[in-house]
């Protein structure tokens, strides 16, 4: 069946850093990739999302691109801020949404 | 606010006692979903509704789970005689579904913390 595969956390990284945050899929079929983020005390948000292979979705300085031959969506920003400390989930979308195990990030000042 | 919104926010109960809890979608959404989310865990799908059937539900939804969604509106989830393992966050989302079932973003709720104690 469909799932997703994340990178372990916790990352820790100091303000201005640049991020990776790993995700790979095996999934049936052509799905959706997407990326949530859980702010403390909150429920998920959509972060960014991929409908076709090559496409890249980005928003708030954060990046992934759909690669089909690696079957991977990685989530990038080039420069983290403190407020970017979250969980972050990698999820593809059947008939139901699949998530990864989430990666807790911790931006230091 | 015309967002995903679930109630209580908190429940803390005995084992062994009934819960219930709401979830209001977005109000042209036709799809309602439930997921249990547990400490450090993705969330992990129970069952969806299409306006009031429910089509498809987890092995993870034992009998002792119920959900319903009786006008295509709001949906309640019921767990009977709980248990400390059903200790654990249940999200709420909806979305709307109108063909290609692999562009079906899904919004949210904050969820409903349950602590069985």
Same mark, same amino acid.
Request: charged share 20%; proline share 4%; aromatic share 12%.
């Given at each position: 069946?469909?799932?997703?595969?994340?990178?372990?956390?916790?990352?820790?990284?100091?303000?201005?850093?640049? /991020?990776?945050?790993?995700?790979?899929?095996?999934?049936?079929?052509?799905?959706? /990739?997407?990326?949530?983020? =859980?702010?403390?005390?909150? !429920?998920?948000?959509?972060?960014?999302?991929?409908?076709?292979?090559?496409? &890249?979705?980005?928003?708030?300085?954060?990046?992934?691109?759909?690669? &089909?031959?690696?079957?991977?969506?990685?989530?990038?920003?080039?420069?983290? =801020?403190?407020?970017?400390?979250?969980?972050?989930?990698?999820?593809?979308? !059947?008939?139901?949404?699949?998530?990864?195990?989430?990666?807790? /990030?911790?931006?230091?000042? | 606010?015309? !967002?995903?919104? =679930?109630?209580?926010?908190?429940?803390?109960?005995?084992?062994? =006692?009934?819960?219930?809890?709401?979830?209001?979608?977005?109000?042209?959404?036709?799809?309602?979903?439930?997921?249990?989310?547990?400490?450090?865990?993705?969330?992990?799908?129970?069952?969806?509704?299409?306006?009031?059937?429910?089509?498809?539900?987890?092995?993870?939804?034992?009998?002792?789970?119920?959900?319903?969604?009786?006008?295509?509106?709001?949906?309640? /989830?019921?767990?009977?005689?709980?248990?400390?393992?059903?200790?654990?966050?249940?999200?709420?989302?909806?979305?709307?579904?109108?063909?290609?079932?692999?562009?079906?973003?899904?919004?949210?709720?904050?969820?409903?913390?349950?602590?069985?104690?």
């Amino acid at each position: 069946g469909n799932s997703v595969t994340q990178m372990e956390g916790p990352v820790t990284l100091s303000e201005e850093a640049f /991020l990776t945050i790993n995700c790979t899929y095996t999934a049936t079929g052509y799905p959706s /990739l997407f990326w949530y983020v =859980q702010y403390p005390g909150e !429920g998920l948000q959509l972060l960014l999302k991929a409908t076709k292979a090559d496409d &890249k979705g980005s928003n708030k300085g954060f990046e992934a691109t759909y690669r &089909k031959e690696t079957t991977s969506f990685h989530l990038e920003k080039g420069s983290v =801020q403190v407020s970017d400390s979250a969980v972050y989930f990698c999820a593809l979308n !059947g008939v139901d949404m699949r998530f990864g195990a989430g990666t807790r /990030l911790t931006v230091k000042p | 606010d015309t !967002g995903v919104s =679930q109630d209580p926010r908190h429940k803390i109960t005995k084992r062994g =006692q009934n819960v219930t809890f709401r979830c209001d979608p977005i109000s042209e959404h036709n799809r309602l979903y439930w997921y249990r989310q547990t400490l450090g865990q993705g969330p992990e799908f129970l069952t969806y509704f299409q306006n009031e059937a429910q089509l498809e539900k987890s092995r993870l939804l034992s009998d002792r789970f119920s959900a319903e969604r009786p006008k295509g509106s709001f949906s309640t /989830l019921e767990i009977q005689r709980t248990e400390q393992g059903d200790s654990a966050m249940y999200l709420c989302a909806s979305s709307f579904l109108a063909g290609d079932i692999s562009y079906n973003e899904q919004f949210f709720g904050p969820g409903t913390r349950l602590t069985v104690l």
